[in-house]
């Protein structure tokens, strides 16, 4: 992102990552990451496996520590050695891989024991929201549930249902359906085009290049852990301008998906 389009991007900011570098060991994984996400944007983050993509979002509510640089949400300085980081991560609602419930609790306790402790909402107050958000995920009749009586994709819906109810300002979503069976992953992706639609600030890691060409506001390919090529999806992924976006492209984009072929 260069010119006027950074600046803008820069001023409504919800997101914004500078100069962020992030080792371990000798990996030196993020290797000076700038990057912006406006309040409303949806990003989808492509890019093989070992580009950092995942790291980027960890960092993003320092569950992974940088080396060097700056994060900041909603305005507020994540980095900074002297922030209420419990207070900022309030901010931010992540989902993982993993579902991460907790299996000895409903699902309906899974969605309200961390605003009961941390919000310190009542009991009925946290039933109130987490019952409106299993509707807004389709599993309203699942409140009485335990993990290991739902598939796969409930228990990720029931995990979104969870952030949400914490009522965060971004969401960041980290491969969300890469452990799902093929024919649960729709659903998931359902809840999460309807959060788009409402305008939900999306940081969304993917695989899925069909809901990043139909959803995601701007789409960024990182390789190397840098931020090689990034913009609509229209020109990251139907007409990218670098050799290596291109060649990541043809391995992992189905060609009916496309509208055409990529330039080469």
């Not at 961390?114 to 019952?131: D, G, H, K, N, T």
């Not at 599993?139 to 995990?159: D, I």
């Not at 939900?200 to 060409?213: D, I, N, Q």
Request: net charge negative; charged share 25%; aromatic share 4%.
């Amino acid at each position: 992102m260069t010119g006027n389009a950074a600046e803008r991007s820069r001023d409504s900011a919800v997101i914004e990552v500078r100069a962020l570098h992030k080792s371990f060991g000798a990996n030196h994984v993020l290797r000076g990451i700038d990057f912006a996400v406006s309040r409303g944007e949806v990003v989808c983050v492509i890019g093989p496996s070992g580009s950092g993509k995942s790291t980027l979002l960890r960092c993003i509510n320092l569950l992974e520590e940088p080396q060097s640089g700056q994060v900041f949400v909603g305005g507020v300085e994540l980095t900074d050695p002297d922030v209420d980081i419990d207070a900022a991560r309030r901010r931010i609602g992540m989902v993982f891989q993993s579902f991460n419930l907790f299996p000895h609790l409903t699902v309906l306790e899974n969605l309200t024991i961390a605003q009961r402790r941390v919000l310190r909402r009542s009991r009925q107050q946290a039933e109130q929201v987490a019952r409106g958000n299993l509707v807004k995920v389709g599993l309203s009749e699942k409140a009485g549930a335990y993990p290991a009586q739902l598939s796969g994709g409930q228990q990720q819906r029931a995990a979104i249902a969870r952030s949400l109810s914490m009522g965060p300002e971004v969401m960041l979503f980290d491969e969300p359906t890469s452990a799902l069976d093929p024919e649960l992953v729709g659903d998931v992706l359902a809840v999460m085009r309807d959060l788009a639609a409402e305008g939900m600030t999306m940081m969304v890691v993917t695989h899925e290049m069909s809901f990043a060409r139909e959803v995601a506001n701007r789409v960024v390919f990182m390789d190397g852990g840098v931020v090689v090529e990034e913009g609509s999806p229209e020109q990251v992924i139907a007409a990218p301008r670098h050799e290596r976006t291109r060649s990541f492209l043809s391995r992992v984009l189905d060609p009916a998906a496309a509208e055409g072929p990529a330039e080469r």
